[in-house]
Nanobody
Framework: QVQLVESGGGLVQPGGSLRLSCAAS????????MGWYRQAPGKQRELVAV???????NYADSVKGRFTISRDNAKNTVYLQMNSLKPEDTAVYYC???????????????WGQGTQVTVSS
């Protein structure tokens, strides 16, 4: 059993900052890619940022230069530092992790339950 638990969401004014965390726990052998996605009301879920096991990162054009993804492999945790937030960043943010639960298991992508981020004055 694997769980991903996000934290750090909330209400922030435009131009403000938030830091999201997502901790994976349970039967984990190895975690490969970890990422953040978001879904605004009436829109499809979209990629925000992803980080590989080696630390290579990729960002959506809309957040480049404002958001930073990082991970702590010892803690099985991925972070999203969000700066210069805009109202259009308002969404439910989900983390995911591409992982194996044992040496012989296949890779599978697990998702967190989501955390609300609201940017408003």
């Amino acid at each position: 059993q694997v769980q991903l638990v996000e934290s750090g969401g909330g209400l922030v004014q435009p131009g403000g900052s938030l830091r999201l965390s997502c901790a994976a726990s349970g039967s984990i052998f190895s975690i490969y890619d970890m990422g953040w996605y978001r879904q605004a009301p009436g829109k499809q879920r979209e990629l925000v940022a992803v980080i590989t096991i080696g630390g290579t990162t990729n960002y959506a054009d809309s957040v480049k230069g404002r958001f930073t993804i990082s991970r702590d492999n010892a803690k099985n945790t991925v972070y999203l530092q969000m700066n210069s937030l805009k109202p259009e960043d308002t969404a439910v943010y989900y983390c995911n992790a591409d992982l194996k639960t044992s040496r012989v298991a296949i890779r599978y992508v697990y998702w967190g339950q989501g955390t609300q981020v609201t940017v408003s004055s």
